[in-house]
């Protein structure tokens, strides 16, 4: 009976290590670099923008933290870079919308002009 219930127990504080021990966030890991390399490829620049210098650093960090196996930090940093990345990445190509759309809009109102002149 004591056996038992010692080996419950062990068996009890085995399984509640096992759950603390993270896996390797390789996946995430490799998302994060796609997600960076991506927002680099729209042209965002940790120079320009400080969440892609964030996603740079957050993303070295990250690797460092899987080289010494502290792949809970690991994974934090991988996801908070991912989103850094991808708020650089959204805001380049908001600023590119926009200068397209005001370069459409002057051309409509040069031609607007233009066909007012000839009525």
Excluded: H
Excluded at 20 to 45: C, F, I, K, W, Y
Excluded at 95 to 111: E, G, H, P, V
């Amino acid at each position: 009976m004591i056996e038992q219930r010692i080996l419950a127990i062990g068996l009890a504080v085995l399984a509640l290590a096992g759950c603390a021990n993270d896996p390797a966030p390789v996946e995430q890991l490799r998302l994060t670099e796609q997600a960076v390399a991506q927002a680099r490829a729209v042209g965002a620049s940790s120079e320009q923008l400080p969440e892609m210098k964030q996603a740079e650093e957050k993303l070295a960090l990250a690797q460092k933290n899987m080289g010494e196996q502290d792949y809970k930090r690991a994974r934090v940093l991988a996801e908070q870079a991912e989103l850094d990345a991808r708020l650089a990445e959204s805001k380049v190509l908001t600023a590119k919308s926009k200068a397209q759309l005001a370069d459409i809009t002057a051309r409509i109102n040069r031609l607007r002009k233009q066909l007012g002149e000839l009525q």
